[in-house]
Nanobody
Framework: EVQLVESGGGSVQAGGSMRLSCTAS????????MAWSRQAPGSECELVSI???????DYADSGEGRFTLSRDNAKNTVYLQMNSLKPEDTAVYSC?????????????????WGKGTLVTISS
C-alpha cells in the first residue's frame, strides 16, 4: 500500500521559515517523481515544486527563490524548506508522487497523494 505522510506544518509569522517533510512507503521511492502541492481555501490545487527522477527540480513562480525541495532517497523522504513566508502562502500542503510526465501545470499529473498538512502564515 502506497503511503505518503506529511509533517511539519503549523503557524508562523510572515517572513518566517518552515520545513515540511514527507515520508513515503509502499513503492520504489527513487523511481518516482516527488512533489509538493498546496491548496488554499477556494483555490485550485497548485504544484509548487517537483523533484524528477532524472535529478531536475522544478519550481512554480510562487515559490521560486523562497522554496527549496530536497529528497533523501535513503530515507524515502522529501522535504520542502520554505523561507520568507507570506500570508498568501497559507494553504494545505500535500506531498505527491508520480510515475512519469509530472508537470507543474497540473496536479492531475501526480498519481499518489498524502493527506496534507496545514500551513498558516500570519501577517
Amino acid at each position: 500500500e502506497v503511503q505518503l505522510v506529511e509533517s511539519g506544518g503549523g503557524s508562523v509569522q510572515a517572513g518566517g521559515s518552515m520545513r515540511l517533510s514527507c515520508t513515503a512507503s509502499g513503492f520504489g521511492f527513487d523511481a518516482l517523481d516527488m512533489a509538493w502541492s498546496r491548496q488554499a481555501p477556494g483555490s485550485e490545487c497548485e504544484l509548487v515544486s517537483i523533484s524528477h527522477v532524472d535529478g531536475r527540480i522544478d519550481y512554480a513562480d510562487s515559490g521560486e527563490g523562497r522554496f527549496t525541495l530536497s529528497r533523501d532517497n535513503a530515507k524515502n523522504t522529501v522535504y520542502l524548506q520554505m523561507n520568507s513566508l507570506k500570508p498568501e502562502d497559507t494553504a494545505v500542503y500535500s506531498c505527491a508522487a508520480g510515475f512519469r510526465d509530472s508537470d507543474l501545470r497540473s496536479c492531475d499529473t501526480m498519481d499518489y497523494w498524502g493527506k496534507g498538512t496545514l500551513v498558516t502564515i500570519s501577517s
